[in-house]
């Protein structure tokens, strides 16, 4: 029986081989390869390799090669209709029938990467022609140059009706083809069919392999949708696919690592910084599919998105989506860039090195869903932190591989436990905790002598933090706003600033940053601002320029914020119970002090490495 070359793509892009192999044979990482001893050949050193991303297996010593399916043929004896059918089944796909119409659709199949072979090949014409001069000079200002567009292919489609039916109709390519691929479509009226993508800077959408399955296209100018995907077909669906896949399966393999960024240009920018291993989505949040490809080309995909609430909540998304399926070995890194910037803008202004720096700064899976749920609300009551605790297990009951939810379970809980935990017995000498690590981190950056100056000075770098971290990120406030406004400072300047922002906020949510700065410079309080950042009065001068300086990611500051509001709040408490003449031990003022260097520690930390790395 003869197969569909299709569907025969399809069991391999759904199979990945080294997980298939990884069954029986036990295989050990060795750069950007799999390596174990030949299950084909008696051998007590390894010399059978599996390579994930070329799809194919090889034994140095026997010669044994193939792909999943000639695998599964040699390990279980199997003739190759069988192997297939084995590994359908494994796929989740339908067998398909030996009919007229199965033969018609595989040289359908080859009909449609004809077309869009020829399709892509007429876009690329475009661009340089006339008709293509704007497009050209948009990409140009975008600072594509000439080797980008060789190696994205990309292209123009022109604002006439049918300018590319017209071309493939001279090349030979009927109608219902054209259609099928998603390049033309037939008007419920009648009249005469039209190209699908006008007016559009075109990006060629290919397979692993390189061939052209699909296309998107961004609009010239004002109009919408602003980015156009071409429709689901036999050769393309947006859910499985990933944009820049072929370009970067070279860089991949060298890197050993891949990049997700968030669009096309994006992509772009990434190779034009030199970090060649970038693909992107299709307009969508991260899928399934979409993961078990990321997954097949690299161990830990890092995340690259925007630092903004947007790029948050993607983010979260994905990691929603990844949780379930993590395996061992298998997870996901997430890096921020500085809200309102991506690689496109961060590239063309000459500040790729912050783009690398977001990179190397990457957070694990497991870091990334412990700060969104300790910033989702205070956690500052019993009830709270139960409630804290019980979301963490939650998390973890998500993970379907046991030894991996097992790890999620016990690490969640340490890090609860360590987070509420008691003070520690700090070395007033030296300012370490027994049996905290020694060193600048704990007895140069946060020791008790400095941060246990008196609850009053304690209380006071918490409300210029909580304050200034609004400043330099209002959009905080869509979580914020009410436990912000109901806070009361006892620096007058600072109280004052606070209403007037909470006021800015209700009046104009969501009012950018520029226009925020300046509202509040004429309310006054431009020498208050200034005098944050002035002040070197925390032990280690950059905790509040961390978290809370204007370039820091939307999710550092969150965190951050949510942290600060923690101790203010127990500051207050030890505080008020002294003003009423509650019997208060006497070092309760250095409890708050000591709480501060430890949740900062265990909490605020990571963030704040990640802003001294950014620096």
Not at 25 to 39: A, D, F, N, S, T
Not at 63 to 68: E, F, R, S
Not at 479 to 501: C, N, Q, V, Y
Request: proline share 5%.
């Amino acid at each position: 029986m003869a197969f569909p070359p299709h569907f025969l793509d399809e069991i391999r892009a759904r199979v990945g081989i080294a997980d298939w192999i990884g069954r029986s044979v036990r295989l050990i990482r060795h750069g950007h390869e799999y390596k174990g001893l030949c299950p084909f050949h008696q051998e007590k050193t390894p010399s059978f390799t599996v390579s994930a991303d070329k799809g194919f297996f090889h034994c140095f010593g026997c010669g044994a090669h193939g792909d999943v399916i000639g695998f599964a043929m040699r390990q279980d004896g199997l003739t190759f209709p069988e192997a297939v059918e084995r590994l359908a089944g494994e796929a989740g796909l339908a067998m398909p029938r030996e009919t007229p119409e199965e033969r018609e659709r595989a040289a359908r199949t080859g009909s449609l990467v004809e077309v869009l072979e020829a399709a892509a090949r007429w876009f690329s014409v475009q661009l340089r022609g006339e008709a293509g001069r704007d497009a050209l000079a948009y990409l140009r200002r975008r600072g594509v140059d000439d080797q980008a567009i060789e190696t994205f292919r990309l292209g123009y489609a022109p604002d006439g009706r049918a300018g590319l039916k017209a071309h493939l109709g001279k090349e030979g390519f009927a109608e219902e083809v054209m259609v099928e691929a998603g390049l033309i479509r037939m008007p419920d009226d009648g009249r005469l069919p039209y190209d699908y993508f006008r007016g559009r800077v075109m990006f060629p959408i290919t397979d692993p392999r390189g061939r052209v399955i699909a296309f998107g296209g961004r609009v010239l100018g004002e109009g919408e949708p602003k980015y156009l995907n071409s429709p689901a077909s036999s050769l393309f669906h947006k859910g499985r696919s990933l944009y820049g896949v072929a370009q970067a399966r070279s860089a991949i393999r060298s890197a050993g690592k891949v990049v997700v960024a968030e669009g096309y240009m994006d992509v772009i920018a990434f190779h034009k910084a030199g970090i060649g291993h970038a693909v992107a989505p299709l307009g969508t949040a991260l899928t399934e599919e979409q993961l078990k490809v990321l997954w097949r080309l690299a161990d830990e995909p890092t995340i690259c998105l925007d630092g903004d609430q947007a790029g948050v909540r993607a983010a979260s998304r994905a990691a929603e989506r990844a949780l379930p399926t993590v395996e061992p070995g298998k997870s996901l890194g997430f890096a921020f860039l500085p809200p309102g910037e991506d690689p496109d803008s961060l590239v063309a202004s000459g500040r790729a090195p912050t783009l690398r720096k977001a990179l190397e700064a990457a957070r694990p899976l497991i870091d990334f869903v412990w700060d969104l749920e300790v910033a989702r609300g205070p956690v500052d009551t019993p009830e709270r932190r139960a409630g804290l605790r019980r979301r963490l297990t939650a998390l973890s009951e998500q993970v379907a591989d046991r030894a991996v939810r097992e790890e999620y379970r016990r690490l969640l809980d340490e890090r609860y436990v360590r987070a509420f935990a008691r003070r520690p017995e700090w070395n007033r000498g030296r300012g370490q905790a027994r049996g905290a690590p020694s060193g600048r981190s704990l007895g140069g950056m946060l020791s008790t002598k400095s941060l246990g100056d008196g609850l009053q000075q304690d209380l006071s770098r918490l409300e210029r933090g909580l304050v200034a971290t609004i400043v330099t990120h209002p959009e905080l406030l869509d979580t914020f706003d009410e436990e912000f406004g109901r806070m009361t400072f006892r620096d007058p300047a600072l109280d004052s600033l606070k209403t007037d922002i909470i006021t800015i906020w209700s009046e104009s949510p969501g009012i950018e940053i520029e226009r925020f700065k300046r509202h509040l410079a004429d309310a006054g309080h431009d020498g208050t601002i200034a005098a944050f950042f002035a002040r070197n009065d925390w032990s280690h001068p950059r905790v509040l320029e961390s978290f809370a300086q204007p370039g820091a990611a939307t999710a550092d500051a969150r965190v951050g914020w949510r942290h600060l509001a923690d101790l203010y709040y127990r500051a207050v408490d030890v505080s008020e119970s002294r003003d009423r003449g509650v019997d208060v031990r006497a070092e309760s003022d250095r409890d708050v002090s000591d709480e501060m260097a430890e949740r900062l520690l265990s909490g605020v930390g990571p963030w704040l490495s990640h802003g001294e790395r950014a620096r």
